[in-house]
């Protein structure tokens, strides 16, 4: 330390010397100056000149500054803890005071120690007591990387005020989670505390680190999505040599030739080695980063895990801005002061001259961690056997009972109220839902879950430069989607686009790679083939061809070749819909079925369309060198006249190994050939086109569920209606005649016969028309129906499979709305006669019309 301290004491005078001589050279120009300005006047045209060459000149606007400070921090709602001490905090804060006069009295030459820097309301705060153990109700925050990602990438770095110096103000974790803002300290401080709520022995650490790491630079660092893990290759096992294996033919090259050979390929090896040297030389020199003036006094905080709990092996390192960890001997931190957590404050005693690398983390050591209370529960070094057997002794074990009771003291609870995140804040992780960091050759964005309509949730590009102006690939992640795609891989250089999904596809696709989403071009697709019934695993499309790969079916079949021709051009709407690829030929091959004999289990059979043959090649005899064949003519079952043909011989050509008497008859070919004929008409598939991107979404997202959401608005909607008609029900149905009548007189006999006749009239009238509306409704969808019945009768022989599908589903529905359209009506019936004298008797007993109507009772 007083090295650095005379260090930057004579850089601090250096610069004033320097400044003093820039002051006398100052001076001495400006006079000259003047002299001129009086001498040449500015003109016009020279005032042009230089406010265009001012124009020119671009002004490098400086960083919005952080808006997270003590004056924007509305103190006003915060809890009494934050804004006073208790006796017990203000007992320790004397304790620490105490500890520090001591501390600087003995080490003169240390920095003063980080106790208790000032809170958000201005309050003195013990570190220690600023740290709140939490465990979140989160499974993804229960382990310590998952807690590190999550705060660097909820929280936005501030750096710090002054970079040689620790901060004045040290803020609550509720705070920092509320602005989602901090520097090194905050952000140590929230990860320590989630830490230790997890299990973990973890602690923060006042220190110093390199320029990089204290001010987040990773443009010097490779990205870890781009390294690619080693794959451990399996040396494949020597086969030992025959004893009566046959020898290899005599090599009759020329020695001297292959020397002159081997020589020539080992000085281009040579030279392109240079080259490579050489290249990698002139990047290092531009990636090298200048030296650092500060080396050694940039202060940070970061996260000390020791081994023990949550069965950690070694000490580690993390870094709360980049969520990594390192090793305790790595380069990057160059000395730690302090370090503490919710219990106890340490101060490191041992010599940094060797960065952290020669620092033992024993803090039950006194010699090396010098600690604040004495009530820590890190245990003492092992002690020597006569040392033991001093301290074994009753009354001095009581002693030393009796002094630690006198001199310890109690950490106080934390101030600090419970740490609790929201799950809208968790999910959507980083500030405003987006994040990019920027890395050595690489780009890599985050975003929250729903905020893209595609489901993108991360973004990686690659580069070429250092620059980064030439883009080499993307790499993009995916969640929720309902085609389950997760990874998206371009690569620019080729143009090569790679889909990786996830088990649960509609098609069960695992890998689709692709140049262009445009039918009739190029891609492979790879398929979970034990999630496919047909059991596809592999199929690669071209602008002429298909091919298909096949595992574990039923049928043995195992590839499938597909051939098109040139579409025949047609003046339609939707001509790849409606003018399909003609199909030329279909190749098929089939493993071999042990319970079928080879001469009956077709190895291969294709399907020329346009010739109209079929070729089928039987598997061999394994004690045969030759196989069967067989051939069929393909003829249409009826000619021009519309007689139908009778099969015969010469349609039928095959070349059998051994012929068999069944074989040779005309009815087992002829039963071969429909046979082929109906699987001809399976073997034609046609590839799906991509869908539009849709979310999954849990259904106990009420947020973002639509169906739920439809659902809900449903029920109101009903509620809504049902309170309608119950307050309808109390509407008064005498309203609309009785305010025919004079307003002023006094309602008659007379004139109350005639409000129930016009009443029941209107009421019997309205009934009809019920009737008459649902009975024209029901002979109308009875008339459409009748119509496509007889629309089916006379096109019955030219309909496609899709169209009586389409036809049976209609009839379907029609009969249910028919059916449904003949009950309302036979219950309308039914109901009409007591509706009516439900009305008519309740206007009787009217207590507006009671007295008129006694007569007639």
């Known amino acids: 330390m007083e090295v650095l301290k005379e260090k930057v004491e004579e850089e601090e005078e250096a610069e004033r010397e320097e400044a003093a001589v820039r002051a006398e050279r100052g001076e001495k120009v400006v006079r000259p100056m003047e002299v001129r300005r009086e001498e040449a006047p500015m003109t016009q045209e020279m005032l042009r000149d230089l406010e265009k060459k001012l124009s020119d000149i671009e002004m490098a606007i400086p960083e919005k500054l952080s808006t997270f400070t003590k004056d924007t921090i509305d103190t006003s709602k915060l809890p009494l803890s934050y804004q006073s001490n208790t006796l017990k905090e203000e007992h320790l804060l004397q304790v620490a005071d105490s500890f520090s006069r001591q501390y600087s009295h003995l080490c003169p030459d240390r920095v003063p120690l980080f106790l208790h820097p000032l809170n958000e309301c201005e309050v003195p705060k013990f570190v220690s007591t600023t740290i709140r153990p939490t465990l979140m109700p989160y499974p993804e925050l229960y382990n310590w990387d998952s807690c590190a990602q999550f705060v660097s990438d909820f929280l936005s770095m501030v750096p710090l005020p002054d970079p040689l110096k620790p901060p004045s103000h040290l803020y609550s974790p509720t705070t920092v989670l509320e602005y989602q803002e901090g520097n090194c300290f905050d952000?140590?401080?929230?990860?320590?505390?989630?830490?230790?709520?997890?299990?973990?022995?973890?602690?923060?650490?006042?220190?110093?680190?390199?320029?990089?790491?204290?001010?987040?630079?990773?443009?010097?660092?490779?990205?870890?999505?781009?390294?690619?893990?080693?794959?451990?290759?399996?040396?494949?096992?020597?086969?030992?040599?025959?004893?009566?294996?046959?020898?290899?033919p005599r090599d009759l090259t020329s020695r001297f030739q292959q020397e002159q050979e081997t020589k020539k390929q080992e000085e281009i090896k040579a030279e392109e080695e240079r080259q490579l040297r050489e290249e990698e030389e002139r990047l290092l020199d531009v990636e090298k980063a200048k030296t650092d003036p500060l080396h050694g006094l940039r202060v940070h905080s970061w996260v000390l895990v020791l081994s023990g709990k949550r069965e950690v092996p070694e000490s580690f390192f993390i870094d709360p801005f980049t969520a990594r960890s390192y090793s305790t001997q790595d380069d990057h931190f160059l000395g730690i002061e302090s370090l503490w957590n919710h219990k106890n404050y340490w101060v490191n005693m041992q010599d940094c001259w060797n960065c952290c690398k020669d620092l033992v983390f024993d803090l039950g050591d006194p010699v090396r961690w010098e600690y604040l209370l004495l009530g820590t529960e890190k245990s003492h070094l092992s002690l020597t056997e006569e040392e033991e057997d001093g301290l074994n002794d009753d009354d001095d074990v009581e002693n030393l009972g009796k002094e630690d009771e006198d001199k310890s003291f109690d950490m106080p609870p934390s101030w600090v109220e419970q740490i609790e995140i929201s799950p809208e804040a968790f999910e959507t992780r980083c500030p405003n839902g987006k994040k990019v960091i920027q890395y050595k050759r690489a780009k890599l964005?985050?975003?929250?879950?729903?905020?893209?309509?595609?489901?993108?949730?991360?973004?990686?590009?690659?580069?070429?430069?250092?620059?980064?102006?030439?883009?080499?690939?993307?790499?993009?992640?995916?969640?929720?989607?309902?085609?389950?795609?997760?990874?998206k891989h371009i690569d620019k250089s080729t143009g090569l686009n790679v889909d990786y999904f996830k088990p649960g596809h509609p098609q069960a696709l695992r890998v689709h790679s692709y140049k262009s989403m445009q039918p009739e071009t190029d891609r492979i697709m790879e398929f979970y083939d034990r999630a496919r019934v047909d059991g596809l695993v592999k199929r690669e499309e071209t602008s002429k061809t298909m091919t298909e790969y096949y595992r574990g079916r039923s049928d043995f079949l195992s590839y499938r070749h597909v051939s098109f021709g040139d579409r025949v051009k047609k003046l339609s709407l939707n001509?790849?819909?409606?003018?399909?690829?003609?199909?030329?030929?279909?190749?098929?091959?089939?493993a071999r079925n042990p319970e079928q004999p080879a001469d009956e289990d077709v190895?291969?059979?294709?399907?020329?369309?346009?010739?109209?043959?079929?070729?089928?090649?039987y598997h061999c005899r394994d004690d045969h060198i030759t196989a069967s064949k067989r051939e069929f003519l393909r003829r249409s079952e009826v000619d021009h006249k519309g007689n139908k043909i009778v099969m015969t011989p010469d349609m039928c050509i095959s070349f059998e190994v051994e012929p068999m008497e069944h074989t040779k008859k005309l009815l087992y070919q002829y039963e071969a050939m429909m046979k082929?004929?109906?699987?001809?008409?399976?073997?034609?598939?046609?590839a799906w086109e991509e869908e539009e991107h849709r979310l999954t979404i849990s259904i106990y997202d009420t947020k973002r569920n639509e169906k739920s959401k439809e659902y809900r608005e449903a029920m109101e909607r009903v509620m809504h209606e049902e309170h309608l008609r119950q307050g309808g029900g109390q509407l008064d149905y005498l309203a609309p005649f009785l305010a025919q009548l004079p307003p002023s007189e006094k309602m008659t006999r007379w004139q109350a016969m005639r409000v129930k006749d016009e009443c029941l009239s209107d009421f019997k009238q309205r009934l009809i028309d019920k009737a008459n509306l649902i009975q024209a409704r029901f002979e109308k969808e009875t008339q459409e129906l009748q119509k496509k019945q007889q629309w089916y009768q006379e096109n019955q022989v030219t309909l496609t499979v899709k169209d009586e599908d389409l036809y049976l589903s209609y009839c379907s529905q029609a009969m249910f709305r028919i059916r449904i359209l003949e009950q309302r009506l036979n219950r309308h019936k039914e109901l009409a006669p007591l509706k009516y004298l439900a009305l008519e008797e309740k206007l009787y007993k009217d207590p507006r019309l009671v007295e008129f109507m006694k007569v007639f009772v």
């Not at 001509?575 to 089939?590: G, L, M, Y």
């Not at 082929?676 to 034609?684: G, I, P, Q």
Request: charged content about 30%.
């Open 676 to 686: 082929l004929k109906n699987e001809e008409k399976l073997s034609r598939h046609q």
């Open 575 to 590: 001509s790849a819909e409606s003018n399909p690829r003609p199909i030329v030929k279909i190749t098929e091959r089939f």
């Open 603 to 617: 190895a291969e059979r294709v399907f020329l369309i346009s010739e109209e043959r079929i070729q089928l090649r």
């Open 445 to 487: 964005e985050k975003w929250a879950p729903y905020l893209n309509s595609n489901g993108l949730v991360c973004r990686l590009t690659t580069y070429e430069d250092l620059e980064c102006t030439k883009t080499l690939e993307i790499k993009e992640w995916f969640q929720n989607r309902e085609d389950m795609l997760e990874l």
């Open 187 to 248: 952000f140590s401080t929230l990860l320590c505390s989630m830490l230790l709520g997890a299990g973990y022995d973890a602690y923060c650490v006042n220190g110093y680190g390199s320029q990089d790491m204290c001010q987040m630079d990773l443009t010097r660092d490779v990205c870890p999505l781009t390294v690619k893990h080693q794959e451990v290759v399996q040396e494949e096992e020597k086969v030992p040599p025959k004893k009566y294996a046959i020898k290899p």
